[in-house]
Nanobody
């Protein structure tokens, strides 16, 4: 059974840093990533990474966020620096499995105070 479990969210002041993690079980996923959903807004892509280490970022986080993964631990990380109040959202881990099936974690809340 596939499970994605996020951790590491919390409250941070603007300009601060935070790292969120997602531990996957049940399968190895070629593509894993992070999405976020702010109150009243649609869920949006933040960053993705392949097993080979190729990454993709939303323009709004380029230069501030870094996605990485530990394939041995089946875990993906999102290091967030220079956080802004606009980064406040629930951050969801995403993994794409066989046949393009999307799996989601339950989310972890990141709140950036001004």
């Amino acid at each position: 059974q596939v499970q994605l479990v996020e951790s590491g969210g919390g409250l941070v002041e603007a300009g601060g840093s935070l790292r969120v993690s997602c531990a996957a079980s049940g399968s190895i996923f070629r593509i894993m990533g992070w999405f976020r959903q702010a109150p009243g807004k649609q869920r949006e892509l933040v960053a993705t990474i392949t097993t080979g280490g190729s990454t993709n970022y939303a323009d709004s986080v380029k230069g501030r966020f870094t996605i990485s993964r530990d394939n041995a631990k089946n875990t993906v990380y999102l290091q967030m620096n220079s956080l802004e109040p606009e980064d406040t959202a629930v951050y969801y881990c995403n993994a794409i499995g066989a046949y393009g099936v999307n799996y989601w974690g339950k989310g972890t809340l990141v709140t950036v105070s001004s």
